[in-house]
């Protein structure tokens, strides 16, 4: 057997993976006596609780119908006066105030909140749940973006209208567009419109780190003052992700705590530098540094895009977290889309389909490309295999075509193969040329040739074409990467064979060549 090539440099450390995997998941274990004790609670606190929530909202409904009555929501919208916003910041605050100490929450308050006039915007995080709304009644009801849908809501809907929010409408093509310009706006009003509050990262997580923010409240280059959540209580019944507990059972369990303590915390403003001002993403990048330094939790680059991933993994059979890659960063360095990534994830998916927890053994790699295990696709495997396990998970999957075997395409390495395969050089490669190349150079049986063949000539007529040949290769880059593979394997052995003396440089001549292969500029 010949040996393996050992790569020289280190994988590049900006595509290793996140410091927590999956920030979309709810994993809180409810012990016995914690659900003995939810229940005993929950017996006498849940009715209260609703009936004291069932007073408060028959008061705060009508109050809030009075504020917006006959008060525009679209068109040339101004921002409420007089009594109508003496009611909205001191009624209807007292009164939401009043609807969270029903539910048992109790607030803390830390740091000062800075006026429109100092930061316009307000970027809160991480949000986790539903119940962070009371973010919006500590800071004294400020504006907030919300979707068209959210009015309709009943009784809710009426109340999200006092709020005057800047609206998002899916139907509408430009909605992205006039959703910053009205962000915009409203920040560079010195004042007359209150503040907006923005929740940045646009999903629940776990708050186990900060994922990426979004640029929408940093696009108008105006000072954003960070406001921090924290939720910490014993048992954690307030988390709402992706997986885990509904909404329900977290309603019921957060109504059987005796108390449920949130923290708000108010952070200095970040008042942007003319660098910042013109790059956004630098913008939201260093306030998010900062929120995480100040909660103590590490940044990733997930964001709303993995979780459409997480679903669409889980429509392909496979585990949820499987669509985890780190869309901001995969996309931005990879220069991908997110249509794409769901296109290798169905590729994904074929090749994992009998395979346990969504990750790809040497096995059913060799099984999925119709060839045995051999020293070329030992050496392919290893390259996908970016952390050393043994496996290949749906991120290591899409980093490894895109960077190795994609670039193997080219029409050169592609020509150099048919003609390895045409051995009589008449522009087509009958099944006798295929079967004895394929066998002598990777030892495949007859059985998968003939499979292989068929796949590969598309119309039937018993020989491949160059043409085939190539559309076969586009739509399965791996055999591309594998060729090239075998063939620096067999020129790394001829070498050895050749001059042993010089192993030590031929080795570290192809050290160099798989190295550069794998490495993609930051």
């Known amino acids: 057997m010949p040996p393996q090539r050992v790569f020289a440099l280190p994988r590049q450390q900006s595509l290793l993976l996140p410091a927590v995997i999956n920030p979309f998941v709810q994993d809180t274990t409810l012990p016995r006596a914690a659900v003995i004790k939810c229940v005993l609670l929950g017996i006498f606190l849940v009715p209260v609780r609703a009936i004291l929530l069932s007073l408060v909202l028959m008061v705060t409904w009508p109050v809030a119908v009075i504020i917006t009555f006959k008060h525009p929501l679209k068109g040339a919208v101004e921002p409420m006066t007089g009594w109508r916003r003496f009611m909205c910041r001191r009624v209807m605050a007292a009164l939401g105030r009043a609807y969270y100490f029903c539910m048992g929450f109790r607030v803390v308050v830390k740091g000062k909140q800075v006026g ?11 949000h986790s749940t539903f119940f962070d709304g009371i973010v919006c009644i500590v800071a004294g009801l400020p504006s907030t973006v919300s979707r068209v849908e959210n009015l309709a809501t ?26 910053i310009q009205e962000i915009t706006s409203r920040a560079k009003s010195g004042g007359h419109w209150p503040q907006v509050l923005i929740f940045p990262e646009g999903t629940c ?23 921090i959540m924290r939720y910490p209580n014993k048992l954690d019944t307030v988390t709402w992700t992706w997986q885990g ?25 970040h008042i942007p530098t003319e660098e910042e001002k013109k790059t956004p993403s630098l913008f939201a990048s260093r306030v998010r540094e900062s929120m995480a330094h100040a909660l103590g939790v590490p940044v990733t680059d997930h964001t709303y895009e993995d979780c459409r991933l997480m679903i669409s993994a889980g429509d392909l059979t496979l585990p949820m977290e499987a669509g985890l890659v780190e869309f901001t960063k995969i996309s931005r360095k990879l220069n991908l889309k997110w249509d794409n990534l769901r296109k ?16 790809i053994t040497i096995q059913e790699f060799a099984s999925f490309l119709k060839l045995p295990v051999n020293p070329a696709l030992e050496e392919l495997f290893a390259l996908f295999d970016r952390n050393r396990d043994g496996t290949i998970d749906f991120r290591e999957y899409v980093i490894g075509v895109t960077i190795l075997c994609r670039p193997a395409n080219t029409e050169d390495v592609l020509r150099m193969a048919f003609q390895l395969f045409d051995t009589d050089e008449d522009e087509r490669i009958t099944r006798e040329e295929f079967t004895a190349l394929l066998r002598s150079a990777l030892g495949v049986s007859d059985l998968n040739m003939a499979k ?68 993609k500029d930051d």
């Open 452 to 519: 292989l063949f068929k796949e590969i000539d598309a119309d039937g007529s018993g020989f491949i074409t160059f043409s085939e040949f190539q559309a076969f290769a586009m739509t399965h880059p791996e055999y591309a990467k594998l060729f090239t593979t075998y063939l620096e394997l067999q020129r790394y052995q001829a070498i050895q064979e050749a001059t042993p003396g010089d192993l030590e440089l031929a080795s570290s001549g192809d050290k160099q060549e798989d190295s550069t292969s794998d490495k």
């Open 344 to 359: 290798e994830l169905e590729g994904f998916a074929a090749m994992a389909s009998s395979c346990k927890g969504g990750r």
């Open 116 to 126: 429109s006039s100092d930061a316009p915007i307000l970027a809160v995080a991480p």
């Open 154 to 179: 009943p009784i809710f809907g009426r109340f999200v209208r006092c709020l005057q929010p800047v609206l998002v409408s899916r139907k509408d093509p430009d909605s992205r567009k006039n959703t």
């Open 245 to 269: 507990f509904s909404s329900r059972t977290l309603l019921l369990l957060t109504l059987s705590q005796l108390y449920t303590t949130v923290e708000i915390e108010f952070l200095s403003p």
């Open 205 to 227: 997580t776990n708050r186990s780190c900060l994922i990426t923010f979004k640029q929408g409240a940093f696009i108008p280059g105006v000072p954003v003052q960070p406001v």
